[in-house]
């Protein structure tokens, strides 16, 4: 009874600590084109004017503005991605700007709730806080140059008359070289941003799963997920608190073979692994997950559970 109840008092106050998250989005007021470094990762791989970031789960990020232009010097700023009137989570907005005395700057711009499924706008880079940055996209591109050669005579034709006695003679000569066309073809191979306001401008979106899984959980918040489940004293409260918090977010194949670790029994294990399968935005690996089983018979069951959910 005591057990039970235990579990059911962390159940209840769990979504009362659920992991909130805010969005980031930074735009260059003179359309100085950067990059944005977050706590030290590289956000966008391709210099633009207005970078959008979400799914960040801290109040806090350390931020840094690398100028496309060299010569215009980094900005380094402590950014709150909290709404500053009520400190919640919140879509919020800053922006590069110019001082009076001319240097550049980042300064806050507006806070607003965040909206589920917001479409930014065209001219907006958006990118999910812990997914790797995509390289830029690359083109081909065929440069074709023309050249035209002509002899004097138009007709392409040389006349030539010989007046020798008791001989006439009319010589025609085709110049071979007259009229023709020399085309060379050279081949160059150049990047470019596409854009795509779904997930990133510069690459294609990831297929969305039948359940609208489209990212894991940040790792961040990950991070803390994982350390909730770890501190809970028995083995029925860990997977109750793991399906709890896997109940609202998503999850990658590793970061479910990192919660599959944190149980000590087999039946424990496979519960949590049947159960985070149709939460899982990379089903195609779901394979590994199988290698935290100590017994072939579990190994089976997954597959035979997978193999029925498709």
Known sequence: MKLKLISFLIVALLPIFSFGQSSLTIFSEDGDKF????????????????????????????????FEDQSKPEISKNIPTQDPSTNAFADVTYKIKRAKDGELKIRYFSATPVEPNYAPPADVYVMHYGQPAP?????????????????????????????????????????????????????????YSTTDNTVYNNAPPPAATSNGCQYAMDWGSFKSAKETVAKASFEETKLSTAKTI????????????????LFGFEASKLDFAKFAYTKTTDRGNYFKVGNVFDFDASRTDLNDYISNSR
Do not use: E, H, W
């Open 135 to 191: 390289p830029p996209n690359t083109v081909t591109k065929t440069t074709v140059t023309t050249t035209t050669s002509t002899s004097d005579n138009m007709n392409g034709n040389v006349s030539i008359s010989a007046n020798v006695p008791g001989v006439n003679m009319n010589i025609n000569v085709q110049d071979p070289n007259a009229n023709t066309t020399t085309v060379r073809q050279t081949t160059t191979t150049s990047s």
């Open 246 to 261: 896997l109940s609202s977010n998503c999850f990658n194949t590793d970061q479910v073979i990192q919660i599959c670790k």
């Open 35 to 66: 990059y944005l470094v977050l706590n030290g990762q590289k956000q966008n791989t391709v210099a633009q004017t207005n970078v959008r970031i979400d799914g960040l789960s801290q109040p806090y990020y350390q931020a840094k503005i690398l």
